[in-house]
């Protein structure tokens, strides 16, 4: 999922209809714009032709379901993983990667061993967090918290990190609170 031209479909839309938009994607996890009825017609057909939903990724689970693997691949076909953590009490904690490699060389970490091919945009993280909880709406349950210990060091992809996080705890978005979330 890449929201790159998002902008350019919104040329001319009331501010009003991002905000719309923004509510479907990160509140209500749809995954066909043809599902967000207060978006016009002409604008939804848009978004479907130019920003696609889709998340391409395989789900591992382990034997007792309590955890879940997703391999991710993005549009350049490289691909992170991303764990889905089920806990007592129906607590669910998510694990997302920032970076495809990493640059650290950690000698306790296979990722480091890969080295860095690139760092993760907003879309790509927040995708990782899309994926999940599209799954748990299914079940009727959420994410209730963040973790940021997948592929790569946070603190080297800073910018896309935060505003990830941004949309992690907004209000319009996944509502986390920021004791939920950790780097």
Not at 1 to 24: C, D, H, P, V, Y
Not at 37 to 51: F, G
Request: proline content about 2%; overall charge positive; aromatic content about 8%.
């Amino acid at each position: 999922m890449e929201f790159i031209g998002l902008n350019k479909i919104l040329e001319g839309e009331s501010k009003f209809r991002e905000t719309q938009i923004k509510k479907a994607i990160y509140h209500d996890f749809i995954d066909d714009w043809d599902k967000v009825k207060e978006l016009p017609k002409e604008l939804r057909s848009k978004l479907n032709k130019h920003c696609l939903l889709d998340i391409d990724a395989t789900l591992f689970s382990s034997k007792d379901g309590l955890t879940n693997k997703a391999l991710i691949v993005f549009s350049d076909n490289n691909a992170v993983e991303t764990v889905l953590m089920r806990h007592s009490g129906g607590r669910n904690t998510l694990c997302v990667s920032c970076m495809v490699g990493c640059p650290m060389k950690c000698v306790f970490c296979a990722t480091g061993a890969l080295g860095l091919t690139r760092k993760l945009t907003v879309d790509e993280i927040i995708t990782q967090a899309i994926y999940f909880a599209r799954l748990l709406k299914k079940e009727k349950t959420r994410i209730n918290s963040v973790v940021f210990m997948g592929m790569g060091e946070p603190l080297l992809n800073y910018d896309n990190v935060m505003e990830t996080i941004r949309i992690l705890q907004s209000p319009n978005g996944f509502n986390i609170g920021a004791r939920h979330i950790s780097i």
